[in-house]
């Protein structure tokens, strides 16, 4: 085995050697990660009898379709965006204490650590939606690969929980104050939906709602484009935030 990496020279390929994100993916992804997943695959499956596709269970709802505050649309709503913010902070928990110190000089510079673990995330991230989309096509026949606006499904969610994961991984910061996290999810997911709920007319400049498809699907060009760019900044500065801290 040795002889044949040899041959092959696997380091030519990947010039970040060790520090480059698929070792990482595999630790963010471990097997305690994969059993959130599934649990939360499972329990979708069982509370949402008559809606078994992707699309229907992760696109969450469009309060303007709303009669009165949807409750079970907003706590499932919650559950579907927890599980990969929530191995994001057990990972970057770790990631960002004692073990930094001899990760980080494996790894040759700070920007190659860092880097390595923000596509780790973004792995962990992608990795829950497209096997739960696999699931569902796969044992359930869903058919959403087939749907008009299927692709911009798959973007404005992985988009929307990758947000909420770098972003509370910035608040957990060097001090490991997890309970900070906690509270923003809550703020955003919670209130925020709750909000939109209520006033219908907040909901399009509400951030949880960017991530639903039953939301911005009919929405104009220019209003999908504004809330991808505004994302994908938020991401940026989450990240830098994240940077300063591991500096500090």
Known sequence: MRKWRRRFQWEKLFPWKKGFPWRIAGRILDRRAIMIYFAAWLLFFAVTPGHKGAMAILGGFSPQESRGMDILGIIRWNLCVLPPV??????????????????????????????????GIAAANLVYLLLFVGIAEIGMGSGDYKRNGFGLFLAVFFLHSFL?????????????????????????????????????????CLPPYWGMIQQVGGSSTGYLFGIIILSAVIIVVSAVFIKKGLRA
């Open 86 to 119: 929530a191995v994001s902070i057990l990972f970057m928990d770790v990631e960002m204490g004692v073990l930094r110190v001899y990760t980080m000089v494996r790894s040759g510079s700070m920007k190659k650590w860092f880097l390595a673990r923000l596509l």
């Open 164 to 204: 909420m994961s770098v972003f509370s991984v910035a608040l957990c910061g060097k001090n490991r104050r997890v309970h900070k996290a906690v509270v923003f999810y809550l703020l955003v997911e919670g209130i925020m939906v709750v909000i939109g709920d209520n006033f219908p007319r907040t909901a399009a």
